[in-house]
Structures are given as structure tokens and as C-alpha cells.
């Protein structure tokens, strides 16, 4: 076997991975509440969750519970990957939200859920609300997500 035949190899070997295994650059994602009455508007109530993402194809969800409302919030992102190039890559960045009474385990495509999507691309970053009323109040759910290698927005 000669020599260049060798690092050909040996470059197959240690590439295939990727090939195999197409990943987009990992995500951060934040879930914050605000509330909205008659004329008054809360002030930033902080972060109910963050989380990151591996960047790998498929979805990420997670559910965390509100303490004002009692209601579980449950939010998701999913990396749609173009598998007409190689190596595959991502095309598209989707995210949902859900708020309900139960935790959910499908977040996207329901019809109590909230939807956003955004060309992939470095430094994208994306939000989706989700509103429900509740006696004299009306709550907004936001899942912010961003590009995990650029500084938070």
C-alpha cells in the first residue's frame, strides 16, 4: 500500500464520523414569563428555565413549571437538516411552546402550541410567545433561542 494511499486512509477514518453524524453549532435557549392587566404591565420577571442544545438533528424539548399560574410550560427546538448535500447540514431552526395544565411530550405541530422557524445561519437567534389569559391577567411565555456560539442577545 503506498503512502498516500495510507493518509487517504487514515483521513476517511477519522472524517466519516461527520459524515455519518451531521451536527449544526449547539443553541441556548431561555423561557421567560411576563404578565400583562388592565393598564399595568409586570416588570422582567426573570427566566423560568434555560437549556442548550448538542446541535444535533431532531428535537429538543423541555417542560418547566410556572409557580404564579401552577401551569407547566413546555418548550422545544428541533435542527431540520438538507439531506440532498454531503455532509448533511441544517436548513432550518423551528421552535414551539406550549402552556397547559400537564406537561406535554409533543410540542410541535399541536394545537395548543405557539410555532417560529428561521433560516440556519450563523449567529441566528429566534423567539416565539405563547399567550393565555387567566382571570384579569394575560400571560406571555417567550422561548428565546440563540446561535450557542455567540453571546446571549
Known amino acids: 500500500m503506498k503512502v498516500s494511499d ?3 486512509s487514515v483521513l476517511v477514518l477519522l472524517f466519516s464520523p461527520l459524515l455519518i453524524h ?3 453549532r449547539p443553541a441556548t435557549c431561555i423561557v421567560s414569563p411576563l404578565w400583562v392587566g388592565h393598564e399595568v404591565r409586570s ?3 426573570g427566566s423560568i428555565g434555560t437549556f442548550q442544545t448538542d446541535g444535533r438533528e431532531g428535537s429538543t424539548i423541555r417542560s418547566y413549571k410556572h409557580d404564579g ?3 407547566v410550560v413546555t418548550a422545544g427546538i428541533d435542527y ?3 439531506y440532498s448535500s454531503t455532509p448533511q447540514k441544517p436548513y432550518r431552526i423551528k421552535l414551539a411552546i406550549a402552556v397547559t395544565p400537564q406537561e406535554v411530550n409533543e410540542v410541535f405541530e399541536s394545537i395548543d402550541s405557539s410555532e417560529a422557524s428561521t433560516a ?3 449567529k441566528w437567534n429566534l423567539s416565539v410567545t405563547k399567550k393565555i389569559k ?3 391577567l394575560t400571560y406571555l411565555f417567550t422561548l428565546k433561542c440563540w446561535d450557542g456560539a455567540t453571546q446571549k442577545n
Open 120 to 122: 440556519y445561519g450563523k
Open 69 to 71: 399560574t401552577r401551569l
Open 22 to 24: 451531521a451536527q449544526a
Open 80 to 82: 431540520e437538516f438538507d
Open 43 to 45: 416588570a422582567n420577571l
Open 134 to 136: 387567566l382571570e384579569n
Open 6 to 8: 495510507r493518509i487517504l
